[in-house]
């Protein structure tokens, strides 16, 4: 099981607190490899931070349940989402319903 991103690409634009991601963008929060286009144009050498369940694993397993970790991501999404009101199809939808 992987976390269901939908690609948005809202996390790319709203680095600006996260303290790992200090360096990844000019002071405007838009992360410097993110293009509108095409989405992170460096996804395969992103950061521990960006990999959802990579991040899990190596940062959060000892302090939270995965499907907890899946849900607190998920809310973070779709609020992101409503905020810039982007369309439904977006929203993350969880294998268990919730979200």
Same mark, same amino acid.
């Given at each position: 099981?992987?976390? &269901?991103?939908?690609?948005?690409? =809202?996390?790319?634009?709203?680095? #600006?607190? $996260?303290?790992? %991601?200090? #360096?990844?963008?000019?002071?405007?929060?838009?992360? %410097?490899?993110? #293009?509108? +286009?095409?989405? !992170?144009?460096?996804?395969?050498?992103? &950061? %521990? $931070? !960006?990999?959802?369940?990579?991040? /899990?694993?190596? =940062?959060?397993?000892?302090?939270?349940? %995965?499907? +907890?970790? /899946?849900?607190? #991501?998920?809310?973070?999404?779709?609020?992101m989402q409503l905020e810039a009101g982007l369309p439904n199809h977006y929203r993350v939808r969880l294998?268990?319903?919730?979200?």
């Amino acid at each position: 099981m992987s976390y &269901p991103c939908t690609r948005c690409g =809202l996390c790319c634009q709203k680095i #600006n607190h $996260v303290p790992q %991601l200090k #360096n990844f963008h000019n002071g405007d929060g838009i992360c %410097l490899y993110f #293009n509108d +286009d095409i989405g !992170c144009t460096i996804y395969q050498e992103r &950061p %521990l $931070v !960006c990999r959802i369940d990579e991040g /899990y694993q190596q =940062l959060f397993e000892s302090q939270i349940s %995965l499907k +907890d970790y /899946y849900q607190k #991501n998920a809310e973070i999404c779709n609020n992101m989402q409503l905020e810039a009101g982007l369309p439904n199809h977006y929203r993350v939808r969880l294998k268990d319903g919730k979200t």
